[in-house]
């Protein structure tokens, strides 16, 4: 059985995960907006991670006999002033959530609820890679400037693509 405070605390980490898938596609349109397919193609990748994050909350919380409760999901920023500044608000972004994930895992020790622990350890592993991949952008971006060097970066974002757990997580052909 899950506590009431850790409950309560996933479920709030399972509506940060869909928030975020949420961000990333609405950054996927700004990109589709200026035809830069690459960088389309790695936000809406982006954005089906988030929402494979959020399906393994969902699983995990069902799992553990708590009771999943949805809630409103805030609009995200629609607008940025570049591509540069979309991939420094991801990394501001994610280190928000890592600091989340961070907490939740305080929780889970403090309650000594091992098996939460246990699960958000998968979460503390993927923010390192999170953060390192928009980092990864950032560096590119910025050595290659505008014009040429931009098209350069949106074709090798193109390459980006989901594995099958990740897409299947949702319609619940794979286990998340
Ligand atoms: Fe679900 Fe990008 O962290």
Not at 10 to 39: D, I, P, R, V, W
Not at 59 to 70: A, N, Q
Not at 111 to 128: G, N, P, Y
Request: charged share 20%.
């Amino acid at each position: 059985m899950l506590s009431p405070k850790i409950e309560e605390a996933l479920n709030a980490q399972l509506n940060a995960e869909t928030y975020s898938g949420y961000l990333y596609l609405a950054m996927a349109a700004y990109f589709e907006n200026m035809n830069l397919t690459g960088f389309t193609q790695w936000m809406k990748c982006q954005a089906r991670e988030e929402f494979f994050h959020a399906s393994k909350f969902y699983k995990f919380i069902i799992e553990r006999g708590g009771r999943v409760r949805l809630r409103a999901i805030d609009a995200p920023q629609v607008e940025w002033e570049s591509p540069l500044a979309v991939f420094e608000a991801t990394l501001v972004h994610e280190r928000q959530v890592t600091s989340l994930i961070h907490n939740l895992v305080n929780l889970a020790k403090a309650e000594t609820d091992h098996a939460s622990d246990i699960f958000l350890q998968w979460f503390v592993t993927e923010q390192v890679e999170e953060e390192a991949s928009a980092d990864q952008v950032i560096q590119k971006l910025k050595l290659a400037g505008p014009g040429a060097g931009l098209f350069m970066i949106d074709q090798e974002l193109a390459q980006r693509t989901n594995t099958p757990l990740v897409t299947g997580a949702l319609m619940g052909t794979a286990a998340a």
